[in-house]
C-alpha cells in the first residue's frame, strides 16, 4: 500500500502543478475571459467521461487504467513543455492540450477511486481511504506553491518537465502496487468482475447501461450519491469561491482566506489522521452525518460572522476555527461516505459506482461556483454562506429520514450478495 500511496502523492502533486502552470501560461498569451475557457475546456470532458472511464476500470481493473493514464499525462506534460519552450503557446493549443489532459483525467479519477477495494480486506478500507484523504490534503498543498515556486525561479517549461517527471515516477510506483481480486467482508473472494468467455461481449454502452440500472436498483446507493451532490453543491462554493469573496467585502483581506482554507485543510487531514488510526467506527452513518451537519453549521458561521462587529484579528482567529471545524466535518463525511459507497459496490461494477460518486461531486462544483459568484454580485457575499449551509443542512435532514443511511455500519456484509435492497446490517444481526 505505501508504494501505491506513494504513487498517488506524486501524481496528485502533478496535477495540481499543471493546474498552476497552465493557468500562468494562459495568463501570459491570452485574456481573462479565453483564461477560463481554457481551464474549463479541460473539466468538461473529464466530468463528461467519468461514467465511461467507469466502465473501462470494471473491464481491465484499477491497475491497468491508472498506470496507462498516468504514461498519457507524462506524454501531454512532455508536449506542454516542448511547445512552451519553443515559445509557439496560441491559446487554441492550450486548450486543445487541456482537452487531451481533461480525457485522460475521466478515466484517471475512477480508477484512483476503485483502487482502495484492490489493495486491501473489506475492513480496513476506512483506514486506506483515510490515508488516501491525508495524501489528496497534503498534495494540494505542496502541489500549488510549489507550481508557483517553479514558475518563479524557473519558467513554465521547466514546470511541465517537472510534472513530467513526476507522473513518471507514479507510474513506476503504480506499476510495482500488487492488487488483488476484491473479497467479500467475510473473507471469500467475491466473483470475478471479468466475463467468462461463454458470456456475450457487452457494447461499453451497455456496461454503462448496467452501471446506471444498478444505482437506480440500490435505493442506499442511489441516495449517497443525492446526498453527495447537493452536499457538494451547498458547500463547494461558499467555501472555495465565496471565501475570497466575503474577505474583500468585509475588509479583512487575503489573510483571512488562508486562515479559513488553511485551517479546512487541517482539520480535514486530523479527522482523517483519527479515522487511519480508529478505523472500525461501527455507526458509520450516525459520525458521516455528524461530519456533514458540522460542514454545514461552519458554513452559516461564517456567514453569520460579519455582523458580530469583532475586531480584524478577532474574525481571523473565529473564521479560522469554523474553517477548522468544516475541515473536520468534511474529513469525516468524505472519508466515511467514500468507504461506504467502496462497500456498497458490487465487485464488477465498482469502477462505475465510483464513477458515478466521482461525478455527483465534480458535477456541482461549476454549478456552486457559478451560483456563489452571481449571488454575491446580487446581494452580498454573506448570501451565498445563508444559503449553502442551509443546503448541506438540508442534505443531512434527507438522509436523516433514510434509516438505511442513519444506520449505515461497516461491519456488515458486502450488499452485493444481497438479492434486494434491504438494510446493510439485516445479514450481519442474524
Request: glycine share 12%.
Amino acid at each position: 500500500m505505501l508504494r501505491w500511496l506513494i504513487g498517488l502523492a506524486t501524481s496528485l502533486i502533478g496535477s495540481h502543478i499543471y493546474l498552476v502552470t497552465l493557468a500562468w501560461a494562459a495568463v501570459q498569451t491570452t485574456t481573462p475571459a479565453n483564461v477560463g475557457l481554457i481551464l474549463v475546456a479541460g473539466s468538461i470532458p473529464q466530468a463528461a467521461l467519468l461514467l465511461i472511464g467507469g466502465v473501462f476500470v470494471d473491464r481491465l481493473g484499477p491497475k491497468p487504467t491508472i498506470i496507462a493514464s498516468d504514461v498519457l499525462r507524462t506524454a501531454i506534460m512532455v508536449v506542454f513543455a516542448v511547445v512552451v519552450s519553443g515559445g509557439g503557446v496560441s491559446p487554441l493549443l492550450l486548450g486543445a492540450l487541456a482537452v487531451l489532459f481533461g480525457v485522460v483525467d475521466g478515466f484517471f479519477l475512477p480508477a484512483v477511486s476503485t483502487a482502495p477495494r484492490y489493495l486491501v480486506p473489506p475492513d480496513s478500507l476506512t483506514r486506506v481511504v483515510a490515508a488516501k484523504t491525508i495524501v489528496a490534503r497534503g498534495a494540494e498543498f505542496a502541489g500549488a506553491p510549489l507550481g508557483s515556486w517553479l514558475l518563479v525561479v524557473a519558467s513554465a517549461a521547466v514546470a511541465f518537465w517537472v510534472n513530467a517527471g513526476l507522473f513518471a515516477v507514479s507510474v513506476v510506483m503504480l506499476a510495482l502496487t500488487r492488487m488483488a481480486q476484491p473479497q467479500a467482508p467475510h473473507g471469500d473472494a467475491l466473483p470475478d468482475a471479468k466475463r467468462s468467455p461463454a458470456a456475450p461481449e457487452m457494447s461499453v454502452w451497455a456496461d454503462l447501461v448496467a452501471g446506471v440500472r444498478l444505482i437506480r436498483g440500490y435505493r442506499t446507493l442511489a441516495m449517497l450519491l443525492i446526498i453527495v451532490f447537493v452536499a457538494e453543491l451547498g458547500f463547494s462554493g461558499p467555501m472555495m469561491a465565496g471565501v475570497p469573496l466575503l474577505a474583500h467585502q468585509t475588509g479583512w483581506g487575503v489573510r483571512a482566506v488562508g486562515w479559513i482554507l488553511g485551517g479546512f485543510g487541517l482539520g480535514a487531514a486530523a479527522a482523517a489522521g483519527f479515522l487511519l488510526w480508529r478505523n472500525n467506527l461501527r455507526h458509520t452513518g450516525v459520525a458521516a452525518l455528524s461530519g456533514l451537519t458540522v460542514m454545514g453549521l461552519s458554513v452559516v458561521g461564517l456567514g453569520l460572522l460579519p455582523a458580530l462587529g469583532l475586531s480584524v484579528s478577532a474574525a481571523y482567529v473565529s473564521a479560522g476555527f469554523l474553517g477548522l471545524m468544516s475541515g473536520i466535518g468534511a474529513g469525516f463525511y468524505g472519508t466515511l461516505v467514500t468507504t461506504a459507497v467502496l462497500r456498497l459496490a458490487p465487485t464488477g461494477q465498482i469502477g462505475r459506482v465510483m464513477s458515478a460518486l466521482s461525478f455527483a461531486s465534480l458535477s456541482a462544483v461549476p454549478l456552486t461556483y457559478a451560483l456563489t459568484g452571481l449571488i454575491t454580485d446580487v446581494t452580498a457575499a454573506q448570501v451565498p454562506f445563508f444559503i449553502g449551509g442551509s443546503l448541506v443542512l438540508f442534505a443531512v435532514a434527507i438522509a436523516l429520514a433514510n434509516p438505511q443511511l442513519r444506520h449505515l455500519r461497516m461491519d456488515a456484509t458486502d450488499p452485493a450478495e444481497q438479492g434486494s435492497d434491504r438494510d446493510i446490517n439485516t445479514r450481519a444481526r442474524r
